[in-house]
Every structure is written in C-alpha cells, then in structure tokens.
C-alpha cells in the first residue's frame, strides 16, 4: 500500500493532517492535466475548462452529498473562509463566535475582519482534556448573545483532532438566528459527509487533505438562501458570463488565469483512494480503528492520558507529550521534532495544546500506515526521553 503513495518510502509518515499525500495515480493524472494546458492553452481555458469543471463539480457534490451547484472551487480552506467572512454583512457592533480549538489562521482572518468591521470576537473556550461532546455545545452556547451574528466552527479540529457535534451546533446557532462557517478542511475524505442535510451555512473543505487530491483543491458549500449575495475571492470575466450558476461559483472558475490541475484530480483521488479497500467506509475503518490502537498503544508505553473519548476523533489523536516533555516551550519542541525526523525518520507534528497549557504530539492514520509506525514513535521517544 505504501509504494502507491508519493511519499519518501523510508520516512514514516505520521502527518498526513497537515498537507495531506497523494497516491501516484493523482498525481500523474495532475501532471497530464499541466501538459494538456501547456500544448494548447487557449483551448484548454476557452474550450476545454469549464465543462471539465462542471463533471468535477458532479463527482464532488455526489461525494459531499450536495447539490454541485452550490460548491465553487476556491485554493485552500484558508482562503474560502477569508472570502465569506470578508464579505459578510456584519453591522458595526456585531459579535462573532469563535472557538480557542479553531485553526490559528482563520482565527487570525476572524480578528482582522472583525477588527475593520468593529465587531466583537468572542472566543469559546472549550476545556482539553474534555470528557463528552456536550461540553463542547455547552461553551459555543455561553458566548451566544442577541448580538452574535456569525460563528465558525471547525469540524475536526486541528490542534486537538475532535470531531465536533456540528449539526447540533447548527441547529442551535440556527434557533437563535446565527449564521454558521464550519471549517471543514479535514471533513472530506475523513469523515461521511451529507452536506446538504446539515442545514449549514457556508462548509469550506479541503480536498488536499484526507480525500488526497493534490494540493490547492479546496471548496465552498454555500446553502442556496446565500447565493444571491456573495462572490468568489476574485471577481473576473464570469462576470459577463450568460450563466444561471451562482457568482461565487464562476467567479471560483475562472479568478484569472490559473492553475487548475489539484481541482481536476479530485473524481481520480475519490476513485484511487476507493479502490484501495473497496470502498470510502472501509478506508474510513481502516484509518479510525488503526488510530484508536496506535493510540492504546502509545498511551500504555509511554504512560501518558487520552485527552478525549475515542469516539469523538476521526484519523487523527493528540496525546500529551511523556514528562519531562510535557511543559516544553515552541522552540524545545522544534528541536525534538528535528530529532525524530533526522535521527529516527519519523515526521510527527509537535505544538501546545489549547491555551498553551501542555505540549503534545498528534499521531494520524491513513491507508499506508501500519501499527508498526507507532511502535517506531514509541521506541523513538523511548530513546530520547532523559533518563532518571
Ligand atoms: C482546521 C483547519 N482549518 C484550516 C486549515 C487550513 O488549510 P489550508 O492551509 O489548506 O488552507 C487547516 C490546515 O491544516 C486546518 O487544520
């Protein structure tokens, strides 16, 4: 299984959150898509594209259970959630709902936005280590006032891996009248989606990540009641175009001359990544059981807790780093990750939990992985672990 993926083959890969890998087939398919571009360009853009886009779109709307006509195609998660909080219709005085899970740099858009809009960011601070899902709803709840107009929510978390209970969060955002951004970039790929069913506002997904196309395929899902009033990032030529579709979605077509190719290996990566264990929930059930024993695994040899219930993560689990480790500050954490990566050929992410309280080390799951992998992570910090 291994050998299908482009990765380094002797480096053992336990970072598949950060930038997701592709599988050979993705990426041969992404580099005939840049040769078909490069032998004919202005056929390729003027003809050929956009009805390459429409199939893409198909493919993906069935994959994320949407209608495709609501998904536009934007570079990464990173950027759909700047476009619709950019253009999002706040009054001055306004608040805006945040969590301290979320991913640091949409919390920084958020700030920023907000800031130039005058409105409040209110953070919810969900406690980690947490015991259920319903504290997680109960500290969104807290911060919700008669001025709240808009939260965002991830839907797995980066730095602590949750998934979040996001339909009962919608419906209650919903009940008091607050619009929902769910930072979806790890949902695609990792979890079952029905997106149509969600009730969501905006879902911004990667599809770079856990659905291991190539790099720079992101989405926006925007529910219909919104298409009337948003754009793409970029404002171009769909302008004029003769086309029922809503602007954000040709605007996501066509933000210029750019680089299609990551958006045109999605129907390849759905399929690829399929075929190997027959079907998405397999694949789901290889990743999520692989990850729940890696992470008995670790927490027996390196005698540390599980910050969560195992049933509320996906392919990827934070544990706390073994003590003496585990107070570490960002540039001691760095070094230690040089080491597992020079000494031991482990990539691993190390960082802070939430509210910079302990430091931790976030393990992943994906088709090639095997327990074997964690077993190496456990004998490498073994090894550099002080001893008594
Ligand atoms: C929760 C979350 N949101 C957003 C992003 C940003 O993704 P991208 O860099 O592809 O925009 C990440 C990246 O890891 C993430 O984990």
Same mark, same amino acid.
């Given at each position: 299984?291994?050998?299908?993926?482009?990765?380094?083959?002797?480096?053992?890969?336990?970072?598949?959150?950060?930038?997701?890998?592709?599988?050979?087939?993705?990426?041969?398919?992404?580099?005939?898509?840049?040769?078909?571009?490069?032998?004919?360009?202005?056929?390729?853009?003027?003809?050929?594209?956009?009805?390459?886009?429409?199939?893409?779109?198909?493919?993906?709307?069935?994959?994320?259970?949407?209608?495709?006509?609501?998904?536009?195609?934007?570079?990464?998660?990173?950027?759909?959630?700047?476009?619709?909080?950019?253009?999002?219709?706040?009054?001055?005085?306004?608040?805006?709902?945040?969590?301290?899970?979320?991913?640091?740099?949409?919390?920084?858009?958020?700030?920023?936005?907000?800031?130039?809009?005058?409105?409040?960011?209110?953070?919810?601070?969900?406690?980690?280590?947490?015991?259920?899902?319903?504290?997680?709803?109960?500290?969104?709840?807290?911060?919700?006032?008669?001025?709240?107009?808009?939260?965002?929510?991830?839907?797995?978390?980066?730095?602590?891996?949750?998934?979040?209970?996001?339909?009962?969060?919608?419906?209650?955002?919903?009940?008091?009248?607050?619009?929902?951004?769910?930072?979806?970039?790890?949902?695609?790929?990792?979890?079952?989606?029905?997106?149509?069913?969600?009730?969501?506002?905006?879902?911004?997904?990667?599809?770079?990540?856990?659905?291991?196309?190539?790099?720079?395929?992101?989405?926006?899902?925007?529910?219909?009641?919104?298409?009337?009033?948003?754009?793409?990032?970029?404002?171009?030529?769909?302008?004029?175009?003769?086309?029922?579709?809503?602007?954000?979605?040709?605007?996501?077509?066509?933000?210029?001359?750019?680089?299609?190719?990551?958006?045109?290996?999605?129907?390849?990566?759905?399929?690829?990544?399929?075929?190997?264990?027959?079907?998405?929930?397999?694949?789901?059930?290889?990743?999520?059981?692989?990850?729940?024993?890696?992470?008995? /695994?670790?927490?027996? $040899? *390196? !005698?540390?807790?599980?910050?969560?219930?195992?049933?509320? &993560?996906?392919?990827?689990? #934070? =544990?706390?780093?073994?003590?003496?480790?585990?107070? /570490?500050?960002?540039? $001691? *954490? !760095?070094?230690?990750?040089?080491?597992?990566?020079?000494? &031991?050929?482990?990539?691993? #992410? =190390?960082?802070?939990?939430?509210?910079?309280?302990?430091?931790?080390?976030?393990?992943?799951?994906?088709?090639?992985?095997?327990?074997?992998?964690?077993?190496?992570?456990?004998?490498?910090?073994?090894?550099?672990?002080?001893?008594?």
């Amino acid at each position: 299984m291994r050998a299908q993926f482009q990765l380094q083959q002797d480096v053992t890969f336990l970072n598949h959150g950060s930038y997701g890998a592709c599988l050979h087939d993705v990426t041969e398919h992404q580099i005939e898509m840049i040769r078909s571009l490069e032998r004919q360009p202005v056929k390729f853009f003027n003809k050929f594209l956009l009805p390459m886009l429409e199939d893409v779109r198909q493919v993906l709307g069935d994959f994320l259970g949407c209608s495709p006509s609501s998904l536009g195609f934007v570079r990464n998660a990173t950027s759909g959630i700047n476009s619709i909080l950019r253009q999002y219709p706040f009054d001055k005085g306004d608040e805006m709902v945040v969590t301290n899970h979320g991913y640091r740099a949409c919390a920084y858009a958020s700030s920023a936005v907000c800031k130039d809009k005058g409105v409040a960011v209110k953070v919810a601070e969900i406690p980690f280590p947490l015991e259920d899902h319903h504290q997680i709803i109960a500290s969104i709840q807290k911060c919700f006032s008669n001025k709240t107009k808009l939260l965002m929510v991830d839907h797995v978390s980066s730095p602590t891996g949750l998934i979040f209970p996001i339909k009962e969060i919608i419906d209650l955002a919903h009940e008091h009248q607050i619009t929902v951004i769910v930072d979806g970039a790890h949902g695609p790929g990792m979890l079952p989606l029905e997106l149509e069913g969600l009730g969501v506002d905006f879902y911004v997904g990667n599809c770079h990540k856990w659905l291991a196309a190539a790099k720079s395929s992101g989405f926006i899902f925007m529910d219909k009641r919104h298409h009337c009033h948003f754009r793409g990032e970029v404002i171009s030529h769909a302008q004029d175009w003769d086309s029922t579709a809503p602007f954000f979605q040709r605007d996501g077509d066509w933000p210029g001359t750019w680089d299609p190719s990551p958006v045109l290996t999605i129907p390849t990566a759905i399929s690829s990544m399929r075929s190997l264990f027959g079907s998405w929930d397999a694949l789901r059930e290889h990743n999520s059981s692989l990850v729940a024993a890696a992470t008995d /695994l670790l927490t027996l $040899q *390196l !005698g540390v807790s599980r910050l969560a219930p195992q049933y509320m &993560f996906g392919s990827m689990v #934070p =544990l706390p780093l073994p003590l003496p480790f585990s107070s /570490l500050d960002i540039a $001691q *954490l !760095g070094s230690i990750k040089d080491r597992l990566l020079d000494e &031991f050929m482990i990539e691993i #992410p =190390l960082y802070l939990s939430p509210n910079e309280s302990f430091s931790v080390f976030r393990i992943s799951a994906q088709a090639y992985n095997v327990l074997e992998d964690y077993k190496r992570l456990a004998e490498a910090f073994q090894a550099i672990l002080p001893k008594a």
